[in-house]
């Protein structure tokens, strides 16, 4: 049963540039989520798909936008990177609502 | 007032002692409460969840919910040195029912041999 899986695992990239994260669910999983972890803190939620919508968003910038493909995986983008992007960004999956969530291995982010 | 809040530790407990990790959270209107476990350089791993008042067990893992004092835990009993990690504690929104998680900053758990 495969896992969530996310790439690139790591990424560098300068100011101004954008990126592109992919994300596949766990097997049976329609629904994913992002989130965003800075070092020492907890994940903080970017925003949620669910039959290729955007179902919630947290409170991050219109600079990160996400799309979910028929086959349930999705990408997250970030535009105009700044400095402050440089985190951890994990992609968690689950089916239904409020249920448990698996996260992925995560893409480490660097912005230089 | 944060939403979710852990004690950041370091929590330092021997071998075979159990260890007990504390989450308070502000709206009590949640409903779905979950520990991950997290190595240093990895992702979060879902250890236990827990949606009633009570105790809920699983295997050296026990999560204990009291609504009515918006608190959570979780008690690692036999506690091992690979059990030194970081621990989540996440909350449901319940603003929504879409799942969106708010975790804590988490707690450092060591376990000296």
């Known amino acids: 049963d495969a896992g969530v899986t996310q790439s690139p695992t790591h990424l560098i990239k300068t100011r101004g540039q954008q990126v592109t994260l992919r994300c596949s669910p766990k097997s049976g999983h329609d629904t994913v989520s992002w989130y965003q972890q800075a070092l020492g803190q907890g994940p903080q939620f970017i925003f949620q798909?669910?039959?290729?919508?955007?179902?919630q968003r947290g409170n991050f910038p219109d600079r990160f936008s996400g799309h979910q493909f028929p086959n349930y995986s999705s990408e997250l983008n970030v535009n105009a990177l700044l400095l402050g992007d440089s985190a951890l960004y994990l992609c968690?999956?689950?089916?239904?609502?409020?249920?448990?969530?698996?996260f992925g291995p995560g893409t480490r982010l660097t912005v230089t | 007032q944060k939403e979710v809040e852990q004690n950041s530790g370091p929590l330092s407990v021997p071998e075979g002692a159990i260890a007990s990790l504390n989450c308070t959270y502000s709206d009590r209107v949640s409903q779905s409460f979950f520990w991950y476990r997290q190595y240093s350089g990895k992702s979060p791993e879902l250890i236990m969840s827990?949606?009633?008042?009570g105790d809920k067990e699983d295997g050296r893992f026990t999560a204990q919910l009291n609504k009515a004092s918006q608190y959570v835990s979780l008690l690692i009993r036999d506690s091992q040195p690979s059990d030194s990690a970081t621990y989540l504690c996440a909350v449901n929104s319940p603003s929504s029912n879409t799942g969106k998680l708010i975790f804590g900053q988490g707690t450092t758990l060591q376990v000296k041999p």
């Open positions: 827990i949606y009633s008042n």
């Open positions: 798909y669910y039959e290729e919508e955007e179902r």
């Open positions: 968690a999956s689950t089916h239904g609502g409020p249920y448990e969530q698996y």
